[in-house]
């Protein structure tokens, strides 16, 4: 007996020393994870966060948009996220004469709220792990050998399949979506319904949303928030967009709290982590830092900063460019930051320290199927480098660089011209010419392309040496005399796509003489077949990995289970629960960082001659009145903003932030600098979340909009 309750004291304290760390499933709390959230402060059980035969707190986090999160809040359908993860939406209704970027949009009623075109919010209705059926149905597969238990198409299959055996019903807006975790020794199958009747009801003023050029830094002061509305039909179905669509009566909507935090307060957070690699060995970490992140880094930085030139120039280009903008910069600093951290936390020391204890195992169970896969992973990791190197400058500089590469494609019309047939060329006409009018509202700035892309070819020549270049650049050396912004120029001034009385003389008398010359068409099947050879090399190279990968995860998972420890898997884009605590933290010797900022801190930033820094004058009234309503802290101020050290990633945006009661507190949407390294290895010294603190939303919807009627609709403690 003695026995026993050491071993269970040994494993609580294992479980407890290890609580932070973690994107778990929710289909595991009850098992790993209860007793140590409990311990560290927990006041609800589990099954109030995840009930697989009820409902819970998870009914009401959502998918917004396939990359960020949201939160219910109110029992007609009204969803809060990240203001930058509604920039699309903000940006696709805004102009120069209704700027809602700068001026923000409120909508006062019903009839007021903006349908947003192509914006869906996802609800997980189940969540099953499935591991042993989707085992047996790889018992009987054609190739047992192949890499189907990592193929979509076939787990779509076999999805299918479980579905009809086990009556699930596939009704509109319901999705299937099984997935592999831990390299292919688990699979969940998650039952989704998706609305696409999303309309915009609320965001503030970018100089509130976005204020302060400081993504990843901490100490921050921006209202990072935005809110929509789930519409469905009058059955409270899915359905497109219908003036006779009414918002969506909920099972579920969090109840807010505006008793706040202190320090050492337990918190969790629910959301959709996107991606992260904490099963990777040291080379692994090593390619990531010197071919995806430098890159982005060297890459995006000659891009921004042409782009922000012509965006301070005109505020047309500066709103159809914002979201671009945003999202380029958002990792162009992640790639930095992760970067210097992996340098500085010397993560490749923690991560060769890991692998050694796997190997060192493996060789005390006279098993060497771990030191033959780190073997292999080694070896392919060596072999793809210089491809991975030259996709990574070409998807950066040509690729997501190039907007004007989204031209048309003319394949239809060659086919077409091809053939010799009238009415094929006709119709194939016709539907170019649709292409090549959506094609160039979509670039309305064609100046700005062409000094962006002027850049971009000197980038990546910078960084790919001639004998390597993709093949356009032959025909640059040749008739161009190596000089590529002459060669830009004449794109946009001879091309069929380079502007619109271009497209309209060939369209008049197309031939096939001036698609196979033409040279953006020449651009992007060169970028293309780019694309595709170092598909080829990595292919080839890659053709062992996941075999590979799935032995050493599988190696790893074992490992930490013999030592007491739980299991989580990389993120994927699946719902997930980290838990944690509102904590200050001190990066370097003589520096610290409190755990929540004010608004006066926005004040003292504040600068009117940085467009990132300004403050809204009715903002700054508020302030000096202290009219700041029941949002106010114990002591007076405002809060802004508030950190904790939760295990979260890209996707974790617009995450609900929940107190121990499971009570919304605020909004996740950032990480600080120093925690950049935590997509790779996780260090909770180091490591935080910044949250917007729900009642600087509130105050903002209500002090500042006078929306009050939204606040009316929400259930506050």
């Not at 979201?323 to 490749?348: D, F």
């Not at 309305?444 to 971009?456: A, D, H, S, T, W």
Request: with cysteine.
């Amino acid at each position: 007996m003695k026995r026993i309750l050491l071993s269970l004291f040994i494993t609580s304290s294992v479980l407890a020393a290890h609580a932070d760390e973690g994107m778990w499933m929710l289909t595991d709390l009850q098992k790993q994870n209860e007793v140590a959230m409990t311990e560290l402060g927990l006041l609800i059980p589990t099954n109030q966060i995840y009930n697989p035969d009820g409902i819970a707190l998870k009914d009401a986090v959502v998918h917004f948009g396939g990359g960020c999160t949201g939160e219910v809040i109110s029992a007609e359908g009204l969803v809060l996220t990240n203001h930058h993860c509604g920039y699309g939406a903000i940006q696709q209704h805004s102009s120069v004469e209704h700027d809602y970027l700068t001026d923000g949009f409120w909508a006062m009623s019903r009839e007021e709220e903006l349908p947003c075109k192509g914006l869906t919010v996802t609800y997980i209705d189940r969540i099953l792990d499935v591991t042993d059926y989707v085992n047996e149905q790889l018992k009987t597969d054609d190739d047992p050998n192949g890499t189907n238990y990592l193929s979509p198409k076939y787990l779509k299959t076999v999805a299918d399949r479980f579905a009809k055996s086990e009556g699930i019903a596939l009704t509109p807006g319901r999705k299937l979506e099984l997935k592999a975790f831990y390299g292919g020794n688990r699979y969940y199958l998650f039952v989704k319904t998706t609305y696409s009747d999303i309309r915009m009801v609320g965001a503030p003023p970018s100089s509130i949303g976005k204020f302060g050029a400081d993504n990843w830094m901490w100490p921050r002061h921006t209202g990072d928030f935005s809110m929509f509305r789930i519409y469905a039909d009058k059955d409270g179905k899915p359905a497109a967009y219908s003036k006779d669509n009414v918002p969506l009566k909920v099972k579920k909507h969090l109840t807010i709290s505006l008793d706040g935090y202190r320090k050492g307060d337990f918190t969790f957070v629910m959301g959709f982590p996107g991606r992260n690699w904490r099963y990777m060995i040291s080379d692994e970490v090593e390619e990531r830092m010197q071919t995806t992140n430098f890159m982005r880094h060297h890459v995006r930085d000659v891009r921004q900063k042409a782009l922000m030139k012509q965006m301070l120039q005109d505020d047309a280009v500066r709103i159809h460019y914002a979201s671009k903008y945003a999202s380029s910069a958002n990792y162009w600093k992640n790639a930095i930051g992760m970067n210097e951290g992996l340098v500085r936390l010397k993560v490749l020391d923690t991560k060769r320290a890991q692998q050694e204890a796997l190997l060192a195992r493996g060789r005390s169970l006279n098993d060497n199927s771990y030191q033959q896969a780190f073997d292999q992973i080694r070896a392919i990791v060596k072999q793809r480098r210089p491809a991975l190197y030259h996709q990574q400058a070409i998807q950066e500089a040509l690729v997501t660089g190039l907007d004007f590469m989204r031209i048309p494609s003319t394949a239809g019309l060659v086919s077409a011209l091809k053939n010799k047939d009238k009415k094929q060329i006709a119709a194939a006409k016709d539907s170019l010419q649709k292409a090549a009018d959506r094609y160039f509202a979509s670039v309305p700035f064609p100046e700005v392309e062409r000094i962006v892309g002027k850049e971009m070819l000197k980038i990546y020549m910078k960084y790919i040496p001639a004998e390597q270049r993709i093949g356009i650049f032959q025909i640059i050396d040749k008739r161009f005399k190596g000089n590529s912004d002459a060669f830009i120029d004449a794109c946009f001034e001879h091309s069929i796509f380079g502007n619109k009385e271009n497209f309209a003389k060939f369209i008049r008398k197309p031939s096939l003489y001036k698609i196979n010359t033409d040279w953006m068409v020449l651009l992007k099947y060169s970028i293309t077949d780019g694309l595709l050879q170092t598909s080829i090399a990595m292919m080839d190279a890659n053709k062992n990995y996941n075999a590979a990968h799935k032995v050493w995860v599988k190696g790893m998972m074992d490992m930490k289970l013999a030592n007491g420890q739980p299991i989580y898997p990389d993120a994927n884009s699946t719902l997930r629960l980290t838990y944690g605590q509102v904590l200050p933290y001190a990066p370097a010797d003589g520096v610290k960082y409190d755990y929540y900022t004010t608004l006066k801190g926005a004040m003292e930033k504040e600068d009117p001659d940085n467009w990132e820094f300004v403050v809204p004058t009715k903002l700054k009234q508020l302030y000096q009145a202290k009219d700041f309503g029941r949002y106010a802290m114990p002591n007076g101020e405002m809060p802004i903003c508030f950190i904790v050290n939760t295990d979260n990633t890209g996707g974790n945006s617009g995450s609900p932030v929940f107190n121990a009661k499971g009570e919304l507190i605020g909004t996740g949407f950032d990480r600080n600098y120093e925690g950049l390294t935590g997509d790779i290895a996780f260090r909770p010294s180091s490591q935080r979340a910044a949250c917007v603190d729900i009642r600087y939303t509130l105050f903002i919807i209500d002090k500042y909009a006078g929306a009050s009627h939204l606040i009316e609709e929400m259930t506050i403690k």
